[in-house]
């Protein structure tokens, strides 16, 4: 049986403790694009070095969500806000490796000692997917189930995308043999890009099961 009062302090320090990993998380992709935008490698060697706090974060909120069902025993909507929460923060852990691993790839790009092109539609997948996970932590903070859809279906636009730079840089790849493995570095980018996006819908949908009681995929 959940006793209320202590069931829902521990609550609300998960809560905030999550709020602030969420806070680390999209800072560090932002600092990730300004990276790979910019060519700024001490940038992207800061985010690489940020991402063992935030793993060191979702460790210790995990902790704490299973201590919390173990001492309180929580049943119905409060089981569903621990279990969603033990979800989510796998999620945004995920993406913070994607900052690291899209700062890494800056590195790796520098050492060319190219010009690197960036293409226009790597920059909207960025983009869509920095306003994914804003609006998926906005829909955590405020339990808004419209702001939660909306990031869910975004995500097909940033799948979109990836199909289109993808083939653009496959072309670029037969016409020029030389830039394959430049290119390769770029192409994978992208992809770490598209697994963001699917990480923030993630969280989205977490958020939903909170709120409806079941996942977008039973409803």
Not at 20 to 28: D, K, P
Request: glycine content about 2%.
């Amino acid at each position: 049986m959940v006793v209320r009062g202590g069931f829902d302090k521990e609550l609300e320090n998960i809560h905030e403790q999550i709020i602030r990993m969420g806070t680390l998380t999209q800072n560090a992709i932002e600092d990730a694009v300004t990276a790979l935008v910019e060519m700024d490698t001490e940038k992207a060697k800061r985010v690489i070095a940020q991402d063992d706090v935030i793993d060191a974060m979702e460790r210790q909120i995990d902790q704490a969500c299973v201590e919390l069902i173990a001492r309180q025993q929580p049943v119905a909507r409060d089981l569903r806000d621990t279990i969603s929460t033990l979800k989510l923060i796998t999620d945004l852990e995920r993406i913070a490796d994607h900052a690291s691993d899209i700062s890494e790839k800056v590195l790796l790009l520098d050492s060319f000692h190219t010009s690197v092109m960036i293409p226009a539609d790597l920059i909207r997948m960025s983009d869509l997917s920095q306003l994914m996970i804003r609006s998926a932590l906005e829909s955590y903070v405020t339990k808004n189930e419209d702001t939660a859809a909306q990031v869910v279906h975004m995500d097909d636009k940033v799948d979109a995308l990836y199909d289109k730079v993808k083939a653009y840089l496959i072309k670029r790849m037969r016409q020029d043999p030389d830039s394959i493995e430049l290119l390769t570095e770029i192409l994978l980018v992208c992809k770490y890009f598209e697994r963001i996006s699917d990480h923030a819908q993630n969280v989205a949908e977490w958020v939903l099961f909170y709120i409806r009681g079941r996942r977008v995929d039973q409803i």
